[in-house]
């Protein structure tokens, strides 16, 4: 299931789980992957920024690839992210030859200008040779902006970059200026789209073909992906509408990989809620707080039948 430009739907943004002591969970990854494939995720994406793989040692990567691409059976994208290429290319390549369907890779802190994001996507497509790649665009996060000329130079000259993961804030005209290029003759890719699906039918509207982040509830942005592409937007309000006070207050900065992670456990999906350390964890009032907003979206369901 090798990645492609027609990649769509909902691409599910994975956490990692943990034991109470910090150890890796892979129990909880058999669960974890069987809830989001049960709600309909068309692809899982692993190792990112929501998976801690900052945290994971290189042994560690690597079971948790291996594990998740044995028992998915959508496309799984890898976060490869390094600050050297070494360690990009040992994971990449392991990570394919596991049956990974691609990678996906966040510029390094250090890229300043537009030349250095190009000739560092030049650098790092090389290495990668004919595997299939991700750029991971998210400002907020990396403290690198990408300008759509810049994703349209890269996607020119790399013909294995794919796909976009946008998390740019506000981003929305950076979708419709990309997509306005390759109804122009550039290179279409797949655009899937992050902040928690703060945005997502609005993204979906400017062109982007799905959701690549990690809220709690995936069976809400694949309702909405669905009804969107059924044309039946103001169905698809109606389910994100639903959802609103969970997406909102799962989008917290600072404290949202704590109360997804809470939230995902109290659903059944993980054992613990466990961030490794360095990592918080939510209070008693802020559990009572995601209670309350669960329930009471457990009762709309009921009443709706």
């Not at 650098?123 to 998210?138: K, T, Y």
């Not at 998390?167 to 929305?172: A, I, Q, S």
């Not at 005209?173 to 928690?196: E, P, T, V, W």
Request: include cysteine.
């Amino acid at each position: 299931m090798t990645l492609t430009e027609s990649a769509k739907g909902v691409f599910t943004i994975s956490a990692t789980p943990f034991h109470p002591n910090g150890a890796l969970d892979v129990e909880s990854l058999d669960s974890l992957t069987d809830f989001y494939l049960e709600r309909r995720a068309t692809g899982l994406t692993i190792l990112g920024i929501m998976g801690e793989a900052g945290k994971l040692s290189a042994d560690e990567s690597l079971t948790v690839v291996k594990r998740v691409v044995a028992r998915a059976n959508v496309p799984v994208v890898v976060g490869v992210s390094s600050p050297g290429f070494a360690a990009m290319e040992a994971l990449a390549k392991s990570a394919m030859d596991a049956g990974a369907a691609g990678v996906m890779i966040a510029p390094p802190a250090s890229l300043k200008t537009d030349g250095q994001i190009v000739g560092y996507y030049h650098s790092a497509a090389e290495m990668l040779g004919d595997i299939p790649f991700v750029i991971q665009d998210f400002p907020l996060v990396t403290n690198v902006a990408f300008d759509p000329t810049v994703i349209l130079k890269i996607v020119e000259d790399c013909p294995t970059c794919v796909m976009l993961k946008h998390e740019d804030w506000p981003g929305l005209n950076k979708i419709s200026a990309l997509r306005a290029a390759s109804d122009n003759g550039a290179r279409r890719i797949s655009i899937l789209c992050g902040n928690g699906g703060q945005f997502l039918l609005e993204e979906m509207i400017r062109g982007a073909d799905g959701a690549m982040t990690g809220f709690a509830f995936p069976e809400m942005m694949a309702d909405v992906v669905d009804a969107f592409n059924a044309g039946d937007i103001d169905r698809a309000r109606d389910i994100f509408d639903a959802y609103l006070p969970l997406v909102r207050y799962e989008s917290q900065p600072g404290a949202g990989l704590a109360i997804r992670k809470y939230t995902l456990a109290k659903r059944g999906a993980i054992a613990h809620a466990t961030l490794r350390k360095p990592g918080g964890s939510v209070n008693a009032a802020t559990q009572a707080e995601i209670d309350a907003l669960i329930a009471r979206q457990e009762r709309r369901l009921a009443e709706r039948g």
